[in-house]
């Protein structure tokens, strides 16, 4: 536990600040944004596990980051206060997969205890963020008014998808490098900013779609410089 610690440190203040930068900031921007932990993350792959950065893969960066930066110029919806928590929201996300993938090296567990031992750790630190919130005393004083059959439905369904994605990242991480895993995993971001824009009915510009499609174009690159080896 005390070795795992260190990850789950990470994986904690992860949920948390995107918890409070989709409070500030609209879901295709938070997916936009989450790009540029990619930056992070192969430069931590570089210098502790001596990953190659390639050509192909620079070029993907560029791409990625270029939606980015144009994709929140085109924001007229900037909140300070948004920007602030997704800086600390890329940093604390390529803390955790880098820690994740040194951990699935060094310690010996079945994924499924991984995954146990990150969400048991986890527990303590948000139900004392929770009570420093009000959250709790929130909770109790409405008794059994939120729990109705459709809230029950909704945390169960959370919780069963928190535990499928807590298990395929571990083995993903596990099976490739973290580099591999980031950017690959950008590819979800082109169906969880089309269903941000469908649910949420998040407002997207001609210009806004297209710096997304643009940024969303990196992750595409970096699988072609993976497999080609360019």
Not at 61 to 89: I, K, P, T
Not at 122 to 134: C, E, F, N, Q, Y
Not at 223 to 228: G, Q, V, W, Y
């Amino acid at each position: 536990a005390l070795r795992w610690l260190p990850v789950n440190m990470c994986f904690s203040a992860m949920l948390v600040t995107s918890f409070l930068a989709l409070k500030h900031m609209n879901v295709p921007m938070v997916t936009i944004f989450k790009n540029l932990t990619n930056i992070l993350i192969v430069a931590g792959d570089w210098k502790f596990n001596d990953i190659p950065i390639t050509a192909g893969v620079a070029l993907s960066f560029g791409v990625m980051l270029c939606g980015a930066v144009a994709a929140s110029y085109q924001d007229m919806e900037f909140n300070a206060s948004g920007y602030f928590w997704m800086a600390c929201n890329c940093c604390s996300t390529a803390g955790y997969v880098l820690s994740m993938k040194n951990a699935t090296q060094t310690i010996k567990l079945s994924k499924f205890g991984m995954v146990f031992y990150n969400n048991i750790l986890s527990t303590p630190i948000m139900l004392l963020l929770s009570l420093m919130k009000g959250e709790i005393t929130g909770l109790l004083a409405a008794g059994m008014t939120p729990w109705t059959p459709y809230f029950s439905f909704i945390n169960l369904y959370a919780g069963a998808m928190g535990f499928l994605l807590n298990l395929a990242s571990l083995w993903a991480v596990s099976n490739t490098s973290a580099t591999t895993y980031a950017i690959i995993g950008s590819i979800n971001k082109v169906p969880t900013a089309l269903l941000g824009y469908f649910f949420f009915q998040t407002p997207i510009s001609a210009q806004g779609a297209t710096f997304i499609g643009v940024s969303m174009v990196g992750g595409f690159i970096y699988s072609a410089a993976k497999l080609r080896k360019f």
